[in-house]
């Protein structure tokens, strides 16, 4: 741990710890759902050779296995066409052993991701991306998938904050998968939302202003001092690698975590934040969808889905 962390350990949230416990949790009930006969089973679909991409379903399939579940690999070169993608999650939708679907983004360009993501059923749709369970957060329904990153981040938040009624969040980003899904997840929590973006005239200004602020950018250690209300809870949800001397290189986040931490109330590292807790939300909403596929043993499915 640098000195910073050791200094300032009450104030850093633990989305790696937090995240074990998810996953104890989860082991536990996937061995009660065996029991019943049902074991949940992930397909992750791997388009091409990207090498970070290679990384995060490689960690995804061996956290389902750890877990319990029944893991389906498939790899297919960048030459697959969009049919025959659609083809395959075609058959995926159809399988009984299959409950979650995910499909590892960023798809060749001769695909159109929006279209493979929309194939995929609603009921098997772990990652929250399709536009039923986009439409379902947005209205505040309980019974659709929400997207892991965002919804890791507000258990988080939650954990650490309690009640978050009242509270002034300002998301910085506006994507599909993170900034717009975290943004209602907040707006449902009656928190009071802003989310920021690239055309947002006064950034710096609009982030003071956060009791939460939450940075999804992709752009390494943007989020500095001067964005930070003194107290405000940061949640750093960016990943992004920087060259170091040695050359092996090394991840960081959004926000420049040494400028902010004495500043900020409390704050997630990177990595170690948010990132794990995007793993454990995906089994969770795995264990979930396995769950509502074999109805009759659903008891605690409201609790499940917090
Ligand atoms: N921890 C995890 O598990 C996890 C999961 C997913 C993503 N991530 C990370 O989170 C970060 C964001 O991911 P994403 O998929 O949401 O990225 P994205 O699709 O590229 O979206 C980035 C957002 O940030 C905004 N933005 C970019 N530059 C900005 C600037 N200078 N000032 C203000 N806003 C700016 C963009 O604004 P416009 O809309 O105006 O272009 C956009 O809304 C990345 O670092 C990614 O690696 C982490």
């Known amino acids: ?9 009450g104030k850093i949230i633990d989305g790696k710890a937090f995240a074990d416990n998810m996953q104890l949790q989860i082991a536990k009930d996937t061995a009660a759902l065996k029991q019943s006969g049902v074991t949940p089973g992930l397909a992750v679909v791997l388009v091409g050779d990207n090498p970070a991409s290679a990384a995060y379903v490689r960690n995804k399939k061996a956290t389902a296995e750890k877990l319990g579940f029944y893991s389906v690999d498939i790899e297919k070169p960048t030459t697959i066409t969009q049919q025959e993608l659609l083809t395959l999650i075609d058959d995926l939708n159809a399988r009984d052993d299959v409950h979650g679907i995910l499909v590892q983004l960023p798809l060749p360009k001769h695909i159109n991701e929006e279209t493979i993501l929309g194939r995929i ?13 986009a439409g379902k957060l947005a209205k505040g329904k309980k019974d659709g998938f929400v997207p892991c990153t965002p919804l890791g981040c507000l258990l988080l938040l939650k954990d650490r904050l309690g009640d978050l009624s009242g509270k002034k969040a300002v998301v910085v980003g506006r994507s ?27 950034l710096a200004m609009e982030c003071r202003s956060a009791d939460i602020l939450v940075a999804a950018i992709g752009k390494p250690r943007f989020i500095t001092r001067e964005f930070v209300k003194p107290g405000a809870t940061v949640i750093d949800v960016g990943i992004n690698r920087i060259e170091t001397q ?5 991840l960081v986040g959004d926000v420049d975590f040494d400028d902010v931490i004495d500043i900020a ?13 995007t793993i454990a939300c995906l089994m969770r909403n795995t264990l979930i969808a396995a769950r509502g596929a074999n109805y009759s043993t659903v008891t605690d499915l409201a609790k499940l889905r917090g």
Do not use: Q, W
């Open 176 to 202: 599909n998968i993170v900034g717009a899904p975290m943004a209602n997840l907040l707006r449902h929590e009656n928190c009071t939302v802003t989310v920021v973006h690239s055309k947002t005239l006064d």
């Open 246 to 250: 040695d050359g092996k290189g090394r």
């Open 1 to 9: 741990m640098s000195d910073l962390k050791t200094k300032y350990a």
């Open 265 to 277: 109330g409390a704050i997630t590292p990177v990595p170690g934040g948010v990132g794990p807790m």
């Open 121 to 133: 059923s609603p009921n098997k749709d772990v990652d929250g991306f399709h536009d039923v369970n």
